[in-house]
């Protein structure tokens, strides 16, 4: 039977998610595999640049992903939902909670915890290159109040977040890539002195293998969060399918 997974791009920019599943179709192979893509409606804002649309988000996509029972993206046809958002985006505990309270198996999760979670695994030093200086302390707070072990906390691994100062939808522009290359070389690299820079928003997909070259002599570990977040989700969704 084929496992039908859906990436949500819980913003209503179809570049965004034109973007997300062309870096998916160029590193996931596996056939076994339907991935479906969702893109928030008119309501919803065109990026999410803090704590406010980040709920904007939320009330526009939740009602077609958990109510519309004839919806193609009604949460229950598929067996995982990766929230394309590297945020403590509350999609992600509403559609968990919603599949609790109505006995579902369906595997959710986030850009953000996934990408914690396998650095704690990794054991190295590990920061984050986010977009827009407002979701430093944002992510920071998410991070050190949710997401660390008691092992990373001891030994000092998570250094913080910092900020390109760049939108969400500039990411992407090849004319930005030497300033985003900058600030992750004198801020993630020198300054905290990360092994691990956790790319921290749904726009710097696709840029992993650009950065890991350039600092090929530094040798950072870039985590692009759409392909760790996948990976996960499909570990999980195989985990509940070999318990049925």
């Known amino acids: 039977m084929e496992t039908r997974i859906l990436v949500v791009n819980p913003n209503s920019s179809k570049s965004m998610t034109v973007s997300l599943q062309e870096t998916i179709e160029k590193t996931f192979s596996e056939k076994s595999y339907k991935i479906s893509y969702f893109t928030g409606p008119d309501a919803s804002p065109p990026q999410i640049d803090g704590q406010e649309t980040s709920i904007k988000s939320m009330e526009a996509c939740l009602p077609l992903?958990?109510?519309?029972?004839?919806?193609?993206?009604?949460?229950?046809?598929?067996d995982g939902i990766l929230i394309a958002c590297f945020s403590d985006h509350p999609l992600?505990?509403?559609?968990?909670?919603?599949?609790?309270?109505?006995?579902?198996?369906?595997?959710?999760?986030?850009?953000?915890?996934?990408s914690i979670h396998y650095c704690d695994l990794i054991g190295r030093k590990f920061s984050i290159v986010t977009s827009n200086k407002e979701w430093?302390?944002?992510?920071?707070?998410?991070?050190?109040?949710?997401?660390?072990?008691?092992?990373?906390?001891?030994?000092?691994?998570?250094?913080?977040?910092?900020?390109?100062?760049?939108?969400?939808l500039d990411l992407h522009s090849p004319e930005?890539?030497?300033?985003?290359?900058?600030?992750?070389?004198?801020?993630?690299?020198?300054?905290?002195?990360?092994?691990?820079?956790?790319?921290?928003?749904?726009?710097?997909?696709?840029?992993?293998?650009?950065?890991?070259?350039?600092?090929?002599?530094?040798?950072?570990?870039?985590?692009?969060?759409?392909?760790?977040?996948?990976?996960?989700?499909?570990?999980?969704?195989?985990?509940?399918?070999?318990?049925?």
Request: glycine share 6%.
């Open 92 to 114: 992600v505990a509403k559609i968990k909670n919603r599949s609790a309270k109505e006995k579902g198996n369906v595997s959710v999760v986030g850009l953000l915890d996934s």
């Open 136 to 168: 430093v302390p944002i992510l920071n707070n998410s991070v050190e109040s949710k997401f660390l072990t008691g092992n990373t906390i001891n030994k000092n691994l998570w250094k913080g977040t910092v900020s390109t100062d760049l939108q969400v």
């Open 176 to 244: 930005n890539f030497q300033q985003i290359a900058d600030i992750i070389y004198e801020e993630n690299i020198r300054k905290l002195d990360s092994e691990i820079v956790i790319l921290g928003c749904a726009g710097f997909s696709g840029l992993q293998n650009k950065l890991a070259k350039t600092f090929e002599k530094d040798g950072t570990l870039f985590l692009d969060t759409i392909e760790i977040g996948l990976e996960i989700l499909i570990t999980m969704i195989k985990f509940i399918n070999s318990q049925k």
């Open 65 to 78: 992903l958990v109510d519309d029972h004839k919806s193609v993206y009604y949460y229950k046809k598929f």
